[in-house]
């Protein structure tokens, strides 16, 4: 399966509308991604995970799913995507703050760490990889069932190298889930670039291996992302099984606020990559086709400005998690622990 990149938005079947939805969800997404890093760098956030390069991958399959019918098991880097599925920049910033309400993990979960149950979006962990398999598991069951939902299964390049990915993808193709494996490839595992962790150039040349189609797009170009997000994700819902997609994209800041960069990248390489940034890419698009305009950019920044103030002072009031509750959900039967609240 091959796309070619897509000039224009009509092409692809996407209103103007449709359009200007992605865009206002990047730059939010963006937005509180900054807020975010602010947060942490002034001791109010613990950890921080940045999507800033990814927001086209996240943007262009999210805009090819059905929100709240398919499932996603996403990548930790896609903030975008999920709100535009339909998680609030409330929910999200109760989520980095650790507060009981929490609709990942109430507060108990480090940053990033998806998952919200009405919008089939499942929860991921730290350690990479043991959640390909599992959303391959979701495929497999819902192809018993009957229906017409398709599971996209979001992972980094790295993650890409783990026996984990190998075993789902060799099930998915064999039982013909109703699945799509993306694989977000910013050029690093943590620090490691990509030549030191594989012998090919191109994931996706993996694909064949497992007898389904591979695909590499330009991650940074939304409506290409898209145009092979809905492509595979019909395929996906006709019963023809998985697509693996390989999306290029960039990370424009360290791995996440526990990492340094400057130790591994050189400033050349850091401004390359900004120059590749997504957002700005895409509101270039839309400056182009006439559907934006500088007067349109400053009332659309005020207007998320708003939003995400609004959630931060909306989440840093709420109550932190009881210590009672640290082992909800862990085990079966809470009677377990004794009157102390300890086994």
Same mark, same amino acid.
């Given at each position: 399966?091959?796309?070619?990149? /897509?000039?224009?938005?009509?092409?692809?079947?996407?209103?103007?509308?449709?359009?200007?939805?992605?865009?206002?969800?990047?730059?939010?997404?963006?937005?509180?991604?900054?807020?975010?890093?602010?947060?942490?760098?002034?001791?109010?956030?613990?950890?921080?995970?940045?999507?800033? %390069?990814?927001?086209?991958?996240?943007?262009?399959?999210?805009?090819?799913?059905?929100? &709240?019918?398919?499932?996603?098991?996403?990548?930790?880097?896609?903030?975008?995507?999920?709100?535009?599925?339909?998680?609030?920049?409330?929910?999200?910033?109760?989520?980095?703050?650790? =507060?009981?309400?929490? /609709?990942?993990?109430?507060?108990?979960?480090?940053?990033?760490?998806? &998952?919200?149950?009405?919008?089939?979006? =499942?929860?991921?962990?730290?350690?990479?990889?043991?959640?390909?398999?599992?959303?391959?598991?979701?495929?497999?069951?819902?192809?018993?069932?009957? %229906?017409?939902?398709?599971?996209?299964?979001?992972?980094?390049?790295?993650?890409?190298?783990?026996?984990?990915?190998?075993?789902?993808?060799?099930?998915?193709?064999?039982? =013909?889930?109703?699945?799509?494996?993306?694989?977000?490839?910013?050029?690093?595992?943590?620090?490691?670039?990509?030549?030191?962790?594989?012998?090919?150039?191109?994931?996706?040349?993996?694909?064949?291996?497992?007898?389904?189609?591979?695909?590499?797009?330009?991650?940074?170009?939304?409506?290409?992302?898209?145009?092979?997000?809905?492509?595979?994700?019909?395929?996906?819902?006709?019963?023809?099984?998985?697509?693996?997609?390989?999306?290029?994209?960039?990370?424009?800041?360290?791995?996440?606020?526990?990492?340094?960069?400057?130790?591994?990248?050189?400033?050349?390489?850091?401004?390359?990559?900004?120059?590749?940034?997504?957002?700005? =890419?895409?509101?270039?698009?839309?400056?182009?086709?006439?559907?934006?305009?500088?007067?349109?950019?400053?009332?659309?920044?005020?207007?998320?400005?708003? /939003?995400?103030?609004?959630?931060?002072?909306?989440?840093?009031?709420?109550?932190?998690?009881?210590?009672?509750?640290?082992?909800?959900?862990?085990?079966?039967?809470?009677?377990?622990? %004794?009157?102390?609240?300890?086994?």
């Amino acid at each position: 399966m091959s796309v070619q990149t /897509v000039l224009y938005h009509q092409d692809l079947g996407l209103s103007d509308e449709d359009v200007l939805k992605m865009y206002r969800v990047m730059a939010l997404s963006r937005l509180l991604d900054d807020r975010m890093w602010l947060l942490n760098r002034q001791g109010i956030g613990h950890f921080a995970v940045p999507g800033q %390069g990814h927001e086209a991958v996240a943007i262009g399959y999210a805009a090819a799913l059905r929100p &709240g019918h398919d499932w996603l098991v996403p990548h930790y880097r896609d903030l975008a995507g999920l709100l535009y599925l339909g998680v609030t920049p409330r929910e999200i910033m109760v989520h980095y703050l650790a =507060k009981a309400e929490d /609709v990942m993990s109430g507060g108990r979960q480090n940053y990033a760490h998806w &998952g919200h149950t009405r919008l089939r979006i =499942k929860t991921i962990s730290s350690p990479q990889g043991p959640h390909v398999p599992q959303g391959v598991g979701i495929a497999y069951a819902l192809k018993l069932r009957g %229906g017409d939902e398709v599971v996209w299964i979001g992972f980094g390049d790295g993650t890409s190298s783990k026996g984990d990915v190998h075993e789902a993808m060799n099930f998915a193709a064999i039982h =013909k889930t109703p699945c799509v494996f993306c694989c977000e490839n910013n050029g690093y595992a943590i620090s490691v670039t990509l030549d030191k962790q594989m012998a090919v150039e191109n994931v996706a040349e993996r694909a064949a291996g497992y007898g389904m189609p591979g695909v590499v797009v330009d991650g940074t170009n939304v409506l290409e992302v898209y145009a092979a997000a809905k492509e595979a994700v019909e395929r996906a819902r006709a019963g023809e099984g998985p697509t693996f997609i390989e999306a290029k994209c960039v990370r424009l800041y360290p791995h996440t606020s526990n990492d340094d960069d400057r130790h591994y990248r050189t400033p050349e390489e850091r401004e390359e990559a900004k120059r590749r940034d997504p957002v700005p =890419k895409f509101r270039q698009y839309l400056q182009d086709v006439g559907l934006w305009d500088e007067e349109k950019e400053a009332a659309l920044q005020e207007e998320i400005l708003n /939003v995400v103030e609004e959630a931060i002072e909306y989440a840093m009031q709420r109550p932190d998690p009881r210590a009672e509750d640290a082992v909800l959900h862990v085990y079966a039967d809470n009677t377990i622990l %004794g009157s102390d609240g300890y086994l």
